[in-house]
T-cell receptor, first 114, second 112 residues
């Protein structure tokens, strides 16, 4: 079955430290991959996306993600976290051939310690 | 360029009433999607519409829920005879083609 897994429900990092949020998917082909961020009481903001091509993609707010086909992963990274990055992060996938609906992971809540 | 607009932002209904949620897509976007975020459950796809057509409603509950996207005006998600379990945040997203979706701020529905 097609699925998206974010294994870390909560992550706490110190401001200025590096960050990596994990995302894995289960699918026989390469899907379209997205990372969204949600601040409390707000909607979802697109951070970055991968459709094809260069497997390292740059997004907004200093985030990047790397697609690794062999590991079915699309991990989100940031070299130095800012307190304003505290939010919930969602990995989302469009499984090609199944319409354009997004399948979301369960989210990772990021807390930033000052 | 205005983003995706949703109204109301907060909606309170008593059990048995109807809830109407509105979504105006980004300018130039003709594809609209509705998602629901239930407490402790994450975001789930409900329905995908283009102007005057439902493309995919595989995530819609079979009863009480309906959606439309008329030729003129916003997309409407309608929930009839609401129950407490319908309390959730409902998000609309839009896209220009069937690709990147941009989300609105959501409507938070509370059923008393």
């Amino acid at each position: 079955a097609q699925s998206v897994t974010q294994p870390d429900i909560h992550i706490t990092v110190s401001e200025g430290a590096s960050l990596e949020l994990r995302c894995n998917y289960s699918y026989g082909a390469t899907p379209y991959l997205f990372w969204y961020v949600q601040s409390p009481g707000q909607g979802l903001q697109l951070l970055l996306k991968y459709f094809s091509g260069d497997t390292l993609v740059q997004g907004i707010k200093g985030f990047e993600a790397e697609f690794k086909r062999s590991q079915s992963s699309f991990n989100l990274r940031k070299p130095s976290v800012h307190w304003s990055d505290a939010a919930e992060y969602f990995c989302a996938v469009v499984f090609t051939g199944g319409g354009n609906k997004l399948t979301f992971g369960t989210g990772t809540q990021l807390k930033v310690e000052l | 360029n205005a983003g995706v607009m949703q109204n109301p932002r907060h909606l309170v209904r008593r059990r048995g009433q109807e809830a109407r949620l509105r979504c105006s897509p980004m300018k130039g976007h003709s594809h609209v999607y509705w998602y629901r975020q239930l407490p402790e459950e994450g975001l789930k796809f409900m329905v995908y519409l283009q102007k005057e057509n439902i493309i995919d409603e595989s995530g819609m509950p079979k009863e009480r829920f309906s959606a439309e996207f008329p030729k003129e005006g916003p997309s409407i998600l309608r929930i009839q005879q609401v129950v407490r379990g319908d309390s959730a945040a409902y998000f609309c997203a839009s896209s220009s083609m069937a690709d990147t979706q941009y989300f609105g701020p959501g409507t938070r529905l509370t059923v008393l």
